[in-house]
């Protein structure tokens, strides 16, 4: 990585070097919001002032379990580092069980990814209620910093899809 | 194998004769004797081409429904023979309702494990015109061009029947066979383990290997008595994923992963993708890790054991696992 170089040829500001790398590569990520629950809490999170990273793009959908599998890989696809998927905490789910058929879905899911030798560290599952929005933002920090650890996604991805 | 097989087009003859069924849904021929396929005889006449012998690897419970033969009821019923390792797709279709249990009369047939011709020609035998079977099954007498030789039928089974599911057949009317109760055959999961005890990098790199020379002629889909779906996603060409070459090392990932996902839990893991695949892609190695995660995560589950179960993708336990479980791993 340049950010290397960058510390050995000036006087070596850290700051500076990640000023550079975050120029050159931010990454992206999409989160799968369920409207009854986490949509909420990002909602809530705002209203709090609570932060969470620019980069996560979130789309909203009617329950967890309205994700296909299909959603996530087109992410990737479209050049997603990571994808989150968050819903109602299992057993509030507002129609009362989509998100246990989606943490099947999921768990399956991930096992394959991993399977076939891409990250699994590149998806998650997490449950936030609407009165969680601390949480919401506490989520997707961590979620954001694993994925800048994790760097950018090449693996799994249409590289016709970069710039 | 040979007295089964005499036995089996008998039966099926009579049944025809009887009108007990009005066509037979078996295998002839196709261009070798070795090439063959499903087959449709709607005459007693034309049984004089039914076969059954150690190339029917054809699993014909698909084979029911792509030609729509069991749904109509004034139609008649169909005879159908099915292996035991057939019988578990004709379950899983019952339970998805693509067949009509009244429509069909199963004759069970016994099988002693389906042969490869490339397996065969693999030993390097070349100009095969016939096959003999010894008294216990166990030695082929190959006829070449060349003159015989024998040969272990061990050595050249289909890869499905390698680490056969049993003898046993889960659905049937009439039953001709000579297997004695047989279980399981080898650990099918091996190769999985395999798979998922090299690293992340080598697994990618095998997947990569392997994808790489799909050229997405649906074949594996096609054959696929799970794949049932009237309406496929990848006849859809918004879908971003209909059939057409991949250009990307991903586009062929998609499809895979795709695929195997739309028949986790409900594959009966009878081998037909990987045997009819052109490319000769182990395709069994997605389905075989679904089946054992799903019997790891969710308990033992056997799609097509008996009609009407409910799937574990439809079914839930509200202390299941988290999915981060499966994703915190470590690795990278
Ligand atoms: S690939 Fe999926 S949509 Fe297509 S037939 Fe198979 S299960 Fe159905
Ligand atoms: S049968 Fe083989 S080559 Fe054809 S689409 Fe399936 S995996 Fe690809
Ligand atoms: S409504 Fe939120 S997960 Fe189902």
């Known amino acids: 990585m340049p950010v290397n170089e960058n510390v050995n040829a000036d006087n070596g500001s850290a700051a500076e070097a990640q000023a550079t790398e975050t120029k050159q590569w931010k990454p992206r990520i999409v989160a799968f919001c369920c409207n009854w629950c986490s949509y909420a809490g990002a909602d809530l999170a705002g209203s709090s002032r609570l932060s969470y990273p620019a980069e996560i793009k979130i789309i909203r959908v009617p329950c967890s379990c309205r994700v296909n599998p299909t959603f996530i890989l087109k992410a990737f696809e479209r050049g997603a580092d990571g994808v989150i998927i968050c819903g109602c905490h299992p057993g509030d789910c507002h129609y009362s069980t989509g998100n246990y058929y989606a943490r099947r879905r999921m768990a399956l899911l991930f096992s394959m990814l991993d399977y076939i030798g891409v990250e699994r560290g590149r998806t998650r599952v997490e449950w936030v209620s609407a009165a969680e929005g601390a949480r919401f933002s506490q989520v997707m920090n961590d979620f954001a910093k694993k994925i800048s650890e994790l760097g950018e996604n090449v693996k799994v991805g249409d590289l016709r899809c970069r710039q | ?332």
């Open chain 2, 1 to 332: 194998m040979q007295a089964v097989s005499k036995k089996v087009l008998d039966r099926a003859r009579e049944l025809m004769r009887d009108g007990t069924v009005s066509r037979v849904a078996g295998w002839k021929a196709g261009e070798f004797f070795y090439d063959c396929e499903p087959a449709l005889f709607e005459t007693e006449e034309s049984l004089k081409d039914l076969v059954y012998n150690r190339f029917c690897a054809a699993n014909l419970s698909k084979f029911l429904i792509t030609n729509d033969i069991a749904s109509v009821a004034d139609r008649g019923r169909t005879l159908v023979l099915l292996k035991p390792c057939d019988t578990y797709s004709f379950n899983q279709l019952l339970t998805e309702h693509r067949l009509s249990r009244d429509n069909v009369y199963i004759l069970g047939v016994g099988c002693e494990g389906m042969c490869d011709v490339d397996r065969i020609r693999a030993l390097g035998i070349k100009g095969i015109t016939g096959v003999d079977e010894s008294e216990d099954g166990k030695k082929l007498t190959v006829r070449t061009l060349y003159g015989d030789g024998e040969i272990d039928v061990d050595g050249v089974l289909v890869n499905k029947c390698e680490t056969c599911k049993g003898k046993a057949h889960k659905i049937f009317d009439e039953l001709i066979s000579d297997n004695e109760e047989e279980g399981p055959r080898g650990d099918r999961f091996e190769c999985v383990r395999e798979l998922e005890s090299m690293a992340p990098a080598e697994r990618f790199a095998f997947w990569q290997k392997e994808l790489s020379k799909c050229i997405r002629c649906n074949a594996c889909r096609n054959a696929c008595p799970a794949c049932s779906c009237r309406k496929c996603v990848f006849d859809n060409n918004a879908s971003g994923i209909a059939s057409k070459a991949n250009t990307d090392s991903f586009e062929e990932k998609l499809f895979h992963i795709i695929r195997a996902f739309h028949v986790a839990g409900r594959c009966t893991d009878c081998g037909e993708c990987s045997r009819v695949c052109p490319q000769g892609i182990p395709l069994h190695l997605f389905n075989r890790k679904y089946i054992k995660d799903i019997n790891e995560f969710y308990g033992e589950f056997a799609a097509g054991e008996e009609a009407g179960q409910r799937g574990p993708l439809i079914s839930f336990e509200a202390g299941d696992r988290e999915p981060n479980s499966v994703s915190d791993k470590g690795g990278d």
